[in-house]
């Protein structure tokens, strides 16, 4: 088992930031890319953004472009999520997720289901 653990989401006016940060333990393992998503009150769970790190390749959904940056460190098995310019909006509790299995991948993985291990989440709440 991988066990994924997310940290430093919280409570943030409109315009502000917040860096949240994900550890993947467990079982040896490798990983391929590691993303982030989220899910407001009533919505289903969203693309945010995503690293592969063979290429480095990033991706991003449309909504966050600009605002958030996706960074980390494949050897220690550590992914960030730098979020500016935080809106209402932006509201959810984000989970990290790895690929586990996809080797050789170079392309960004957008979707829920290139993901073979997931967090708990940490909740993001955005005022105005």
């Known amino acids: 088992q991988v066990q994924l653990v997310e940290s430093g989401g919280g409570l943030v006016q409109a315009g502000g930031s917040l860096r949240l940060s994900c550890a993947a333990s467990g079982r040896t393992f490798s990983s391929y890319a590691m993303g982030w998503f989220r899910q407001a009150p009533g919505k289903e769970r969203e693309f945010v953004a995503t690293i592969t790190w063979r290429s480095g390749s990033t991706g991003y959904a449309d909504s966050v472009k600009g605002r958030f940056t996706i960074s980390g460190d494949n050897a220690k098995n550590v992914v960030y999520l730098q979020m500016n310019s935080l809106k209402p909006e932006d509201t959810a509790v984000y989970y990290c997720?790895?690929?586990?299995?996809?080797?050789?991948?170079?392309?960004?993985?957008?979707?829920?289901?290139?993901?073979?291990?997931w967090g708990q989440g940490t909740q993001v709440t955005v005022s105005s």
């Open positions: 997720a790895v690929n586990t299995v996809r080797v050789g991948v170079r392309r960004p993985l957008l979707s829920e289901h290139d993901y073979d291990y």
